[in-house]
């Protein structure tokens, strides 16, 4: 079986099953199932058109849909001409579909990919990238996931964790992109908080509120990045960041430190300071030791790494930076940042430029390349 033949196929395949009426969404489903069935059958029985094979079966996935679809919205009407059974209002149950995707019977992996594509609306490629995977490997775990869920009874609904995960997943997403998906992460974890009394649910609600305070001022009008050293903190959400504070204390005093909890720390002590040199970096550094310890997770202890050339020197941080794996995403964005602060404006020059072509969204790309370009134009002057 030739993975890499299937994933350069799939983008053709997609753009045929749209052409030939569905929606991008629905194609892109349909063609997660037939890159499913490939892998099941090409072994034993290869075609001698692969492309045409997916083509054929996307398109049957894609019908097979469209039709249970059709069915689900017939018997929804039916029952919508139906009187309720007595007074009361529509109940929002989304939340309650975010805990049925977390099912048990489901890896807790499989579980936030899932959600995020049945019930978050995101894409294969969006849900990818905040996996820091393939695309086409994101596909077959979805289509897996499907699998095992499909003829199972949602009665045991998952756990608080595997939740939380995937609104820290959607609210990242909008975070960086579409408003009202972040906007609908926050009302969500609301909710969930309303009814919990987990410390995490709190730190996770305090850390959306924190970062979301400071969204008016991320981006230029012409949709640059602005760094959070260069942002107009008058611009920040005040309110919101009062909220955020006084949610994530009252999480702090139960004494049952976790993850998202640590997150908001950090996220406090950016929003507590006037002004960027004020930042206290010793503090910040302490909360990522935090982090580390919970969850040993790269992507913290690269953050961590420049929190240290924030507080004890960029050649610090650098040293830190030396010790992590050269293929994290964003590692050589931070190396050229600390380079540039240490006073070596060529190697930083060289690393932006570099960072900037593996960047993971269009702006940050731009963002990348606009420093590299300021570099270079001073060492030319």
Request: aromatic share 4%.
């Amino acid at each position: 079986m030739d993975e890499a033949l299937l994933r350069t196929l799939t983008p053709a395949v997609i753009g045929i099953v749209v052409r030939r009426g569905a929606g991008f969404a629905a194609a892109e489903d349909a063609v997660q199932d037939a890159l499913v069935e490939a892998l099941r059958v090409w072994p034993g029985s290869p075609p001698r058109d692969p492309r045409a094979w997916l083509v054929a079966v996307a398109w049957r996935k894609f019908l097979d849909a469209a039709r249970a679809e059709s069915s689900r919205r017939r018997r929804e009407l039916r029952e919508a001409d139906e009187p309720a059974p007595g007074p009361g209002e529509g109940v929002d149950d989304t939340l309650q579909l975010y805990f049925l995707c977390a099912h048990p019977s489901l890896t807790p992996a499989s579980a936030v990919a899932l959600t995020l594509r049945a019930v978050g609306g995101l894409s294969t490629r969006q849900i990818a990238r905040a996996y820091l995977v393939p695309e086409a490997t994101m596909a077959q775990r979805i289509s897996r996931a499907k699998r095992t869920v499909s003829g199972v009874r949602f009665d045991r609904p998952g756990d608080v964790a595997t939740v939380l995960r995937v609104l820290y997943l959607v609210f990242n997403e909008g975070y960086s992109g579409d408003v009202d998906l972040a906007a609908e992460a926050i009302r969500l974890t609301r909710q969930l908080a309303d009814r919990s009394e987990d410390e995490e649910v709190a730190g996770l609600l305090a850390l959306m509120l924190l970062h979301h305070a400071r969204r008016p001022a991320r981006t230029r009008p012409d949709g640059g990045l602005v760094p959070l050293a260069e942002q107009d903190r008058g611009r920040w959400d005040t309110r919101l960041i009062a909220e955020g504070v006084d949610v994530l204390q009252a999480a702090l005093s139960r004494d049952r430190l976790g993850e998202f909890q640590a997150q908001a720390a950090v996220a406090a002590l950016h929003a507590d300071a006037r002004t960027a040199e004020e930042t206290d970096w010793v503090q910040i550094v302490e909360w990522y030791d935090e982090l580390v310890r919970l969850t040993d997770s790269p992507v913290v202890r690269l953050n961590r790494a420049v929190a240290v050339g924030e507080a004890e020197g960029p050649r610090a941080g650098l040293a830190v930076l030396a010790g992590l794996d050269p293929s994290l995403p964003r590692r050589t964005a931070a190396a050229a940042y600390l380079h540039e602060r240490a006073g070596d404006a060529a190697t930083a020059a060289r690393l932006y430029a570099d960072a900037a072509r593996s960047a993971a969204s269009l702006p940050e790309r731009d963002h990348l390349v606009r420093q590299a370009a300021r570099l270079h134009a001073r060492l030319r002057g």
